[in-house]
């Protein structure tokens, strides 16, 4: 089985990834186009084939097909992805079925969150655990659902939103219209916004110093240094995330009674430091029998998650 | 198929309701029994089987099975039932294994929330539609989900636990052990504890008068009267409840990518006082492409939902 190999496409706003990718989850070859979201559709489609067919050539690795993980909602027929965010006069556009016409190879799109859901079915965690809840923690907080080693899309594939579960009815508004979500509070950008705002009455913090006073400069990198450095406001303020995001869960193992979580994404880069509250809040709330069953664990596919999780849909089969 | 019969057993705690039930969904002939929980599994048994036998003695009507309903976690392959609530000393009981050997008929049991589903599935509004959320307000907040007509129970049967979603984590303590919990607002014995408190500061609610001022007397029912009676205390308070329940609903609905709400039990007979808050709350904060896809819908089963779930077990093939 080692001698199968499939194409994974990580297609982001800014940067398209591209990896030859084995059947037992190693990249054997990868490489980086920017994606031209900007230039429309054919652009995009363009920087796709330019940069599957630069993989493939002089190798002799024949390839099963290519998977795309794509931002946005995907109709899995015909590959259409519809309204990506940050894809600028997009719409709706049949990813799949074009490129299969001009690439001779079969192509399987899904929806990004999705597809680092079954990437980590294929070559992680799901190896030995077939029903899971994935959670890849970034600029938002992505879901993927997988029940006894299927993938739950819903009616439209947009199955798993954890970042829009609400934690608060009265809470902070987020970017999708709603209030009180779990992206709202663990979002990139939410949390940087949040973390300078509470350093401006924690003088005392050593992020200050790290960052020289320059809070443009403040990152998620830079608040899991200074707690690695044993800054208490630092500790305390992913502390308070990890409780946030294990309370959101309370609601989805209950919906879902599925035990395991699997934490992906830069910002499960935090380590214990968030894993410890998290799993902490989870068993102070979920529902009693429920409690025992628990399970967090930290994603396997970490920063190849991307081209893993798309290369992962061609060896996928429901 | 309408001459095929099955017959519905919902084993309350404390009568146990039976029906024999048509292919399409008519109750030809019912009665209740005490359950005798405080009896132990033993004298429980004993019950169902003297109303099962009492339904078919001089009929000649034959049926395929019995399907009951049960409270508590079940285990599908032996009808195992495990510790129901208001069942001492019930612990673990393979109920349908035991009745399957007496009686000499197929037995089916399933958790009583998941067959309020596969009745509203089979005999209600599943028949138009294949995925849903059917919710039960009544003492509890229940929950099944249904996708492509089939049950959706997780790991351990325990899934749709619509009544223990969080709507804040800061809100009022539930009886799970969890805070906010959707069924800390709706479940019957906290909203009439709240309606008690809120009452008070309300002495110009049409309730007093309704009530003679004796509180002990308040009920669901009372307050729609009231609010019938165009009572602007009991209409705020319904609408308030609405907004609550949407609110969480937000959070299920953002999780399964299922748009189709059915609400069935003794609350929901509060119609569009709490139907129309309850929509407007879910439309307001449900993530955008989700918004228009959105149905709630009343369930057609109404109060024989417990005998016509059970007995619908038996015609469900997953």
Request: glycine letters at 14%; aromatic letters at 8%.
């Amino acid at each position: 089985m080692a001698s199968k190999y499939s194409i994974g496409v990580d297609l982001g706003g800014t940067s398209i990834k591209f990896g030859i990718v084995s059947y037992d989850g190693k990249i054997y070859k990868k490489m980086v186009l920017p994606t031209f979201a900007e230039k429309g559709p054919a652009a995009v489609v363009k920087q796709i084939k330019k940069g599957v067919n630069a993989l493939l050539k002089n190798d002799p690795k024949k390839v099963l097909g290519i998977g795309i993980g794509a931002p946005g909602s995907v109709k899995l027929k015909k590959g259409t992805v519809e309204y990506p965010p940050n894809f600028p006069n997009w719409g709706r556009v049949h990813l799949g079925r074009s490129l299969e016409k001009s690439l001779g190879q079969k192509v399987y799109v899904e929806n990004d969150a999705n597809a680092a859901a079954i990437g980590e079915l294929i070559f992680g965690i799901g190896k030995k655990i077939g029903s899971f809840i994935m959670i890849t923690l970034g600029t938002g907080v992505g879901g993927g659902i997988i029940f006894e080693r299927r993938l739950f899309r819903g009616e439209t594939g947009a199955a798993g939103e954890v970042g829009h579960v609400t934690i608060d009815i009265n809470g902070k508004r987020c970017n999708c219209g709603s209030y009180g979500c779990v992206e709202s509070y663990l979002g990139n950008s939410y949390m940087i916004r949040d973390a300078e705002q509470l350093l401006s009455e924690h003088k005392d913090s050593v992020i200050h110093h790290i960052l020289n006073n320059d809070m443009e400069l403040l990152t998620p990198k830079v608040i899991f240094d200074a707690a690695n450095a044993g800054d208490e406001f630092s500790i305390n303020f992913i502390k308070n995330l990890g409780s946030k995001l294990g309370y959101g869960l309370v609601s989805v193992i209950n919906i879902l009674d599925i035990s395991t979580v699997i934490l992906g994404g830069g910002v499960s880069g935090f380590g214990e430091f968030l894993f410890i509250p998290l799993e902490a809040a989870i068993k102070e709330r979920v529902l009693k029998p429920l409690k025992t069953r628990l399970k967090v664990k930290h994603s396997k596919l970490k920063n190849e998650a991307g081209i893993k999780g798309a290369a992962a849909l061609v060896f996928y089969r429901k």
